[in-house]
């Protein structure tokens, strides 16, 4: 049995998770639940399981706190996947650098969970070379390798196949399809003598009698053509290492499990048959790129740009594809962050009042089956608050003050004064400040401080820049200036703010 244990400072997500998996079935013992971070590690350190599910935001000791910790102890041999909140979920992630194996967003989903607990089996099975238990379809697989031994054979290939289906197709007719394929597949195989293939756990894999993936590749493209015109559905490949013993073949198989999460995402990928090891995407976006996009649907959103809305969400969601790196629930988290974020600037030029409820904005996206329904649940979202913005627009008064706001949005970084702005709307500076005030509720120089400090929180605890070097990049004059405005939103020094939610802390 896989020793875990559950820490949450949440007693009812204690007993959520220990309800949400029949965990003996899978060959695993909960050998501690603990709602502190101290008691935590006190029970790595005692009981020494092999997997740690802690929630990341801890009393008496975060999530992080304990990772660093048990990672310096070369002793401590326990995998750890973190459980985060929205706001903690980009921390999370992070952690990744300090040795966590997996992250998962709250409120925890089965399918995310198992399949993060499912990597780390293997993983647990390939340090210790151990089988967790010997199910009928594993004695079946030892069957097929049983076909392959007699033949003179040096190089094999693993490839785990997936059919892609629509969203709306039933499990029945899913299941119609699988067997159609299956045997269309083994037909196949068989006749040209190139490998077998059998089931896994619901996973269908293909043992290719070959050792060069280019070959393995050319292959598959002209299966997936074949079974294409049998079958009415595309499939998708994901090639294993080559190896030249059978005995490693699970390990091979585990090693295309990882990459498992891509095929997520197949309708944005150039290619259906993936490499273990070869990069996914040839260009790496950065969360830069992201933002500049968040930034033009808001300004597409506010002057009702069609044209320009689609092309913006189109690229948003490419770099959200890109920055996901195979996983849904990232996927989920930059669509909900950017909705978060065009409601945030919405309701600052109060033409929004409503908040988003972050869980069922996030249950929109992990109810999808592929990233194409994603992007389409949330772009409806989305042009719902464009259409509250034909309705909020109905006065001059009301598109010049948003006008003001964007341009502020806009130049905030620049020496913007009340006689930039009056300029700008043709109005008289005193006329301006006056009637600025009126109509956002706070004064000119207030709100413009407001946009800078919120610029500059995201540079703050997404990047290593020095205070001095953000109060310049976001247009204080020096970085006193900009600790001031802080203080006066945050109620604490930005150093102590970044210092605080990197070490897990929670924030009011």
Known sequence: MIKMIIADDESIILRGIRKLVDWNGLGIEIVGEYENGKAALTGILTEKPDLALLDINMPEMSGIDILKYIKNRDEIQTKVIFISGFQEFEYAKAAIKYGAAEYLLKPIVVEELLNAVEKIIHTIEREKNIQIS???ENQDMSENYRKLAGVEQEKYITVYTEIIFGSEELPQVRKLVTFSFISFIEKYLEENNVGIVFKKVGDIVIILKEENISKAKELLYEISLKAEEVIGHSVAFIIGNVIDCMSK???SYSACLDMKGYLYFQSELKNSILVCGE?????????EELEKEMSKIV????????DSFAESFRKFATIVCNLSDGRKEDACYYFCNMIRFVQEKLQGMSLYKVDADMKNLLEIGRQTSSFTEMKEKYNTVVKEYMNSIGDSVKSQDKKEIIFAKQYIEQHYMDNLTLEVMAKELHMNPYYFS???????GENFKDYLNQVRVNHALSLLITTDMKIYGIAAEVGFRDARSLTEAFQKVYKETPASYKKRVCNGESVE
């Open 299 to 306: 300004e597409a959103a506010l002057a009702m740009d069609q």
């Open 279 to 287: 990069p996914v995407f040839h260009k790496k976006y950065a969360m």
């Open 249 to 251: 073949i699970p390990e």
């Open 434 to 440: 006056s009637y600025f005030k009126k109509n956002a």
């Open 134 to 136: 010997e199910t009928k």
